[in-house]
């Protein structure tokens, strides 16, 4: 089992940038593909990024698609989420998930972190 805990989050004001972090704890980060979902007030939590076990693939909602990027160092167990001209739509309380065997289902999640685009 992994646990995911995530941190960078913050406000940033609109067009501005941000990183958030997802360090990986008990199990080593290679063995999932990673994800980064969203939820904000009174919304469905919503997938954001996703990239694959070994980082040479990646999947982006297409209303973040050019704006944010994912990536991840196995060898830190810590997965990224740079996210560049942001909106404040973006506003949300960002989470990663891990994944095993599918990057479409996602077995463990962290506690999210609040990202907050003033406009």
């Known amino acids: 089992q992994v646990q995911l805990v995530e941190s960078g989050g913050g406000l940033v004001q609109a067009g501005g940038s941000l990183r958030v972090s997802c360090v990986a704890s008990?199990?080593?980060?290679?063995?999932?593909?990673m994800g980064w979902f969203r939820q904000a007030p009174g919304k469905e939590r919503e997938f954001v990024a996703a990239?694959?076990?070994?980082?040479?693939?990646?999947r982006y909602a297409e209303s973040v698609k050019g704006r944010f990027t994912i990536s991840r160092d196995n060898a830190k167990n810590t997965v990224y989420l740079q996210m560049n001209s942001l909106k404040p739509e973006d506003t949300a309380v960002y989470y990663c998930?891990?994944?095993?065997?599918?990057?479409?289902?996602?077995?463990?999640w962290g506690q999210g972190t609040q990202v907050t685009v003033s406009s």
């Open positions: 998930a891990a994944a095993r065997s599918s990057w479409d289902e996602y077995e463990y």
């Open positions: 008990g199990r080593t980060l290679s063995s999932y593909a």
């Open positions: 990239i694959s076990w070994s980082g040479g693939s990646t």
